[in-house]
């Protein structure tokens, strides 16, 4: 009987071709994804947050006195405008009264706000289906998912924040791949791991990178390119150092309303990426989960359920 691995890895296999158009996200939605990508001050969320909890009213006030009810200069509200991509308020307040406009109209219904907490998973909520966008066309998932199948070794790269994502991706790569090298350490330790990878065949390197972004990962990312390595970039931002040197960067959003991020996206973005290395070689797939499936019954590595 196969195990719940090996049944996902039959039972998944990622296929091409987009889906239907997506109904239109409600206006608090459409609100925090505009507001959740850039990495905004305090006082910049102060004012995210009142426009989401007051968007049909907010939207028609001019920039004094959303200052005002905000209790922020106008100058902060300018810049909260440009942070969130717009060229200034007028601009943003243009693309506010839109959202409202439909919501007044009886667009899709609002969800409870509730508490911060619940305010925290609407968040990832929103990250997750801005997602679910993306994979509409799964295209470059499934083609960098067999670049990575076929890097031997595979080098995956996460430090400081990023370690748990990177630790999350090397220990399932390894169920399916027959090399794979975690570096958590920068610096030289990060330098010699590259040249060694790229000394022993590898041709790709999974490199994760998290709010705040660390001068550590952007040498590394450098360091991988100088060694004759090419780097796939789990991150947040489409835009930027890192993206910059990246030769693909998948953004994902991550849940920033907590003191610390929460990264629900960017684990489902690494979940797609090892489904699309499975289906790059089944019959290895098979083969080693198999193995697995054996050596943990022998050695009774977990409890029956």
């Known amino acids: 009987m196969p195990s719940p691995q090996q049944a996902r890895a039959q039972a998944s296999a990622i296929t091409s071709g987009k889906t239907a158009p997506e109904v239109e996200a409600a206006p608090t939605s459409q609100l925090r994804e505009l507001f959740d990508g850039p990495r905004l001050s305090p006082g910049q969320r102060r004012i995210a947050q009142y426009l989401i909890e007051h968007i049909t009213e907010a939207a028609f006030l001019s920039i004094t006195e959303l200052a005002d009810r905000v209790g922020v200069s106008q100058p902060s509200v300018t810049r909260f405008a440009g942070a969130v991509g717009f060229s200034g308020y007028p601009a943003l307040r243009e693309r506010l009264q839109s959202i409202a406009l439909k919501a007044l109209a009886g667009g899709p219904g609002e969800p ?175 083969a080693r989960l198999e193995k697995y499936e054996q050596v943990s019954d022998q050695h009774q590595f977990f409890v029956r359920d």
């Open 112 to 286: 409870d706000r509730g508490n911060e907490l619940q305010a925290a998973v609407d968040a990832e909520l929103a990250n997750l289906e801005n997602l679910r966008r993306d994979f509409a066309d799964p295209d470059r998932v499934i083609h960098i998912g067999r670049e990575l199948s076929r890097s031997t070794p595979l080098t995956v790269l996460g430090l400081r924040i990023a370690e748990s994502l990177a630790e999350y991706f090397g220990y399932a790569a390894r169920r399916i791949h027959p090399d794979v090298r975690l570096v958590t350490r920068g610096g030289s330790v990060a330098y010699d791991a590259l040249l060694q990878s790229r000394e022993a065949g590898g041709s790709w390197v999974l490199a994760f990178a998290m709010p705040r972004h660390s001068h550590e990962t952007l040498q590394a990312v450098r360091v991988a390119h100088r060694v004759g390595l090419k780097v796939a970039l789990i991150t947040d931002l489409a835009l930027g150092p890192l993206a910059d040197e990246a030769d693909v960067t998948f953004a994902t959003g991550t849940g920033s309303r907590l003191v610390f991020d929460s990264y629900a996206a960017p684990n489902v973005m690494a979940a797609a990426l090892l489904q699309a290395m499975t289906d790059a070689d089944p019959e290895r797939t098979q």
